[in-house]
Structure formats: structure tokens, C-alpha cells
């Protein structure tokens, strides 16, 4: 079956090019797709426009437009173990991992069937009885939803559900590396109702189809998940056309830890907070920032349960961790491994290939963790987007949140301490657009993510996470028309 969607039609791509997909378990080719290039990439857009401007989508009642989301949800809980096992094959994740993302793809779609039917019009008093003033909100028109490989269903879900409940159309691009959730996504769809051109999708290389997608004329509103780099270059081009755009780029995220803590709590908030799914987490806590007198001790921890963690297939029952996404990326985080021991600091352990028979043909990289870290170390600003703890010291609360903001990010951050009051200081100090206090990684659909600096700008999930898809538009009416006045001649 094609894996493009364009105008109620799944077709191949026009030029006929394809992609294999891997797993990174084995390296392994399980499914090859449709690889979009520029002309198929346009079509979608073209549909989107189409829908947008003359079908009924956007002048459809929201209650029916939520009840499309609700519908999806139930969907993917009908799919729910297809569509985990298609996630660990594309991604390498475990299975409970990718369970849970389904779970989660299904909490954000019921959140915003809610969400999306709150009243949000206004009237507003002028003090004037002959005027009638209000403030009303309309789709933005159509969008481009572009999510990332770690957590491609789980991201593309953030965009498309509230953008659908707004009101708008839709192309969505997976990662050309994690595609075949998105499309199984899009099918459900379908299958719930989304009229004609409403929903579109494109597969291919950024590379190919990503001017199409972001600087088009007929594209409205651009939103991305990814890397710096293609969060900058997307900016740029949409400003021709001073689109809206949102970008969530990533975080280099701290992780302040006090004497005060249990110790072995401590210690498994940490390696949960760096290492789950190997690390490949925009909101990882790859930074350590730990009050001396316990430093010693809590990263001896760390070592000796990251050396525990069982690898393998992430279909296999008892595997706790998979390998990385690609033999390009796991060559990117090694990089880092060697910058690391290049700049001074001192590895624990990791940095290495696994020595596992069954895990060579994969993509696997230990647990790393590097002690004797400063802030002047590239490994400690820059994202590694691998599983590489860094660790730093401090002896005084300034201290600690001086490293937690000595960061050209800020998407996420953490303290953990047992003292109510200094819990709420370091939060409220910390720049960054989640903090947890005890605790590392939770999110729930109705609070808000997103970042600061240059982790990005726009919010996704709670109601700002729809707000970023409507329009807000003030009507004045005059009961009593009269002359203005104004000009006497």
C-alpha cells in the first residue's frame, strides 16, 4: 500500500523513490515506504489549502471536530500493541516504552476533545451600550507539523490534535528515519472521518521536501521538533512569509541534586532522568549538578547501576534499554565520547561498544558517565542526545543555580532536595520551561511544554498548546450608526 496521504488518497511517491527502514536492534531492513520528493510535498499543501478554503472542515461545529479526536483515541487503543511494536522496531525503545507512548498519544487526543470545546470567545464592555465588542477565534489555516525520530507518534500527536480541534488542515512529516507510526496515525484518521485534504502526509528527507513545506505561500503556521540547526534554518525562511512558527530544539538539562535526599532515591531518579530510551530524550538530565559533600557517593551510585542496565531487543521481555536510532547517530555521540576524554574530564564507565555477541549487529552504546566536568567542557553545553552523564559540583544553593542557568537552553531542569522552601527557590530560579522537584521527566497533556532561549519558542499540550493554532480576531459592532464628525468641511 503507498504511505503517502494527499487529498483523501494514499499514492506513491510521483518519482517513485522509496526509503528502507531499520531497525536498530540488527540493522536489519523490515519495511520500505515512499520517499516523497518536492512536487509531492507541494501537492499536500495544495490539498491542505483546498480543505482549508473551500470544504467544510474549518466551519465544521467543534463538538464534531472533538468527537474525531475521540474516535482516534479509541483507535489507537484498538491498535494499541501494532502500533508499540511497529515503535520499538522503528525506534529500538522497549516495548513498555512504546506502550506507554501509545497510552500517551491516546491521553493527548482525549485532552484535547476536552480542551478543544472550552469557551474561549469573549465579549468585552467598552462602557458604550450602542457597541457590542467581542473577541472570537478562527483556525490559523494550514499547517506543517514536523516531528523528530525519538518519539515520532508521541510528538506528531502534540501538534496534530490540537491543530485538528482548532479547526485547521494538516501535513505532517515524520522523521525519514521513524516514519511508519505516523503513517498507521494517519490511517486512523481516515478511518474516524477526517474529510478530504484535511490530513496529508509526506515521508522523505527534510532535505527534499522541507522548502516545500516551510516556505510554501499557502502555508500558514510551522511547527517543529528537532535539532538547533533545522530549527534556525526554518525560521528564516518562514519570516518571507512571516508565517507563525513554533520550534521545540532541545535542552541541555541540569539535574541539581542536594545533601539532603535519600541517597538511593536519588540515584535512580538520576539514571531514569539520562539514560531512559538510551539517552535519545530532548528533556534527558545529562547534566549531574550534585552539592559536594554527597557527590562522591551518589555518582559511585550512578556507576554501578548504569553497569546493571540490561540491553538487548526491545521486544524481548526484561530488556530495560535498546540501542540508539542509527549507525550515524551512535558515530555522533561517540564523537562526544571522545571530545570528552579530549577536554579532561574523567570517564567511569561506558563510552564503548557493548561486548555482547547478540548486540553487535545493533546500534548499542553503555551507559557513559564522565566526573571532573566543568562548564568551560563542550560535553557539558553542548546536546549529546546520547546516554552521556556529565558531572559538577557545587557547595552553596547560588552556586547550584548559577550551573543550572549557565546554559544557552532551557527546556527542562530539575532539583531535588527535601527542603520544601529551597525545593521553590531553585524552581522558581531555574530558566528553563519545566522544573521538576523531585522527581525527573512526568508530563501530563493539560500543562504546557515547551522552552526558553534557544530551546525554542511556542508552547505545546494544555490550552497554550492550542491557543499556538487559533486566531484571535476583535469584532466591533455599532447598534446605532451615526457620523463620526470628525471632519467639519
Not at 92 to 101: M, P, Q
Not at 273 to 295: D, M, N, P, Y
Not at 394 to 407: K, M, Q
Amino acid at each position: 500500500m503507498p504511505e503517502l496521504f494527499v487529498a483523501g488518497q494514499w499514492r506513491s511517491a510521483a518519482a517513485g523513490g522509496t526509503r528502507d527502514v531499520v531497525n536498530p536492534f540488527d540493522a536489519q531492513v523490515f519495511a520500505v515506504v515512499d520517499e516523497a520528493a518536492a512536487e509531492d510535498a507541494e501537492a499536500a499543501v495544495l490539498a491542505a489549502r483546498t480543505a482549508f478554503d473551500d470544504g467544510p472542515w474549518a466551519r465544521t461545529p467543534v463538538a464534531e471536530r472533538a468527537a474525531l479526536l475521540d474516535r482516534v483515541a479509541d483507535l489507537l487503543q484498538r491498535d494499541r500493541e501494532e502500533i508499540a511494536r511497529t515503535e520499538t522496531l522503528d525506534t529500538g525503545k522497549t516495548l513498555a516504552e512504546s506502550r506507554i507512548d501509545v497510552d500517551d498519544v491516546t491521553a493527548v487526543f482525549r485532552y484535547y476533545a476536552r480542551e478543544g470545546v472550552v469557551e474561549v470567545d469573549r465579549t468585552v464592555d467598552v462602557g458604550r451600550p450602542e457597541v457590542h465588542s467581542r473577541v472570537v477565534h478562527h483556525p490559523v489555516g494550514v499547517c506543517t507539523l514536523i516531528a523528530p525520530w525519538n518519539y515520532p507518534l508521541l510528538q506528531i500527536s502534540w501538534k496534530v490534535a490540537p491543530a485538528l480541534v482548532a479547526g485547521n488542515t494538516v501535513v505532517l512529516k515524520p522523521s525519514e528515519v521513524t516514519p511508519l507510526t505516523t503513517v498507521h496515525l494517519v490511517k486512523l484518521l481516515e478511518e474516524a472521518g477526517a474529510p478530504p485534504g484535511v490530513v496529508n502526509l509526506v515521508l522523505g528527507a527534510g532535505g527534499a521536501v522541507g522548502p516545500a513545506l516551510t516556505s510554501h505561500p499557502a502555508v500558514d503556521l510551522v511547527s517543529f521538533t528537532g535539532g538547533l540547526a533545522t530549527g534556525r534554518s526554518i525560521a528564516k525562511v518562514a519570516a518571507d512569509t512571516v508565517k507563525r512558527v513554533t520550534v521545540e530544539l532541545g535542552g541541555k538539562n541540569p539535574n541539581i541534586v542536594f545533601a539532603d535526599v535519600d541517597l538511593d532515591v536519588a540515584v535512580d531518579t538520576v539514571l531514569t532522568g539520562v539514560f531512559l530510551h538510551s539517552g535519545q530524550v530532548c528533556s534527558a538530565g545529562t547534566r549531574l549538578i550534585v552539592e559536594e559533600s554527597i557527590a562522591d557517593d551518589l555518582v559511585a551510585g550512578v556507576v554501578e547501576r548504569a553497569r546493571r542496565i540490561r540491553f538487548g531487543n526491545g521486544l524481548e521481555e526484561g530488556v530495560e534499554s535498546g540501542p540508539l536510532v542509527s549507525a550515524q547517530h551512535r558515530e555522533k555521540v561517540e564523537g562526544y565520547v571522545a571530545l570528552g576524554l579530549e577536554e579532561g574530564a574523567r570517564l567511569l564507565t561506558g563510552g564503548r561498544r557493548p561486548d555482547a555477541p547478540d548486540l553487535q549487529r545493533g546500534f548499542f552504546l553503555e551507559p557513559t558517565v564522565f566526573d571532573g566536568c566543568d562548564r568551560s567542557m563542550r560535553i557539558v553545553q553542548e546536546e549529546t542526545f546520547g546516554p552521556i552523564l556529565t558531572v559538577e559540583r557545587f557547595r552553596t544553593e547560588e552556586e547550584a543555580v548559577f550551573l543550572g542557568n549557565d546554559t544557552t537552553y532551557g527546556l527542562a531542569g530539575a532539583v531535588q532536595t527535601l527542603d520544601v522552601d529551597r525545593g521553590e527557590r531553585v524552581a522558581a530560579a531555574l530558566r528553563h520551561g519545566t522544573v521538576w522537584i523531585n522527581d525527573f521527566g512526568p508530563y501530563v497533556p493539560e500543562a504546557e511544554w515547551g522552552g526558553q532561549r534557544m530551546s525554542g519558542n511556542g508552547r505545546e499540550l494544555g490550552p497554550a498548546g492550542l491557543a499556538e493554532y487559533r486566531e484571535t480576531k476583535h469584532v466591533w459592532r455599532t447598534t446605532r450608526p451615526a457620523a463620526p464628525g470628525w471632519f467639519q468641511g
